[in-house]
């Protein structure tokens, strides 16, 4: 058998498998096991007003490449905006989000490093309804901490 991380690897345009959770529907250009664990990709259609809560990987860097849209893009203190073109890394151990700050939808290519995270994804995207302690407790058994106010008093 050959290791599929010694081959090209050649996805179609608006191809890969879809993973979805939430309405949102991500095609996984690459994953974990076809990069040797070194690299997952993924591409996400992100509704205006869209975005995860503030969260830190333990285990992955993190980069956005935008394809559509206007986002805004947080790591560390650190606060940026941009559209089609921009590219933003962001390295584990540092709070970061993205935001489609936009009015249609946006198109992010996600790279992770190492792979891996679509783990993460296919977990979500296996409830029948997701809730926010539910997430939380997910991405916490992936690496992922995820940070949210405390509730003040």
């Known amino acids: 058998m050959t290791d599929p991380s010694r081959r090209i690897h050649h996805v179609a345009p608006n191809g890969g498998p879809c993973i979805s959770y939430t309405g949102n529907v991500m095609h996984?250009?690459?994953?974990?096991?076809?990069?040797?664990g070194e690299l997952t990709v993924i591409e996400d259609v992100i509704s205006p007003g869209v975005g995860p809560p503030l969260h830190v990987h333990d285990w992955e860097n993190e980069t956005y490449y935008v394809l559509e849209g206007e986002f805004e893009?947080?790591?560390?203190?650190?606060v940026v905006r941009g559209g089609t073109g921009t590219f933003v890394h962001a390295p584990r151990g540092i709070p970061h989000r993205y935001c489609n700050v936009?009015?249609?939808?946006?198109?992010?290519?996600f790279g992770f490093t190492p792979g891996g995270i679509e783990a993460f994804f296919l977990e979500l995207g296996s409830q029948k309804e997701l809730n926010p302690p539910l997430m939380i407790e997910i991405a916490r058994k992936h690496g992922i901490t995820v940070l949210i106010p405390q509730p003040k008093g």
């Open 28 to 36: 996984v250009k690459l994953t974990a096991k076809e990069s040797g």
């Open 73 to 78: 893009f947080t790591c560390g203190d650190d």
């Open 102 to 109: 936009g009015s249609t939808p946006g198109r992010v290519l």
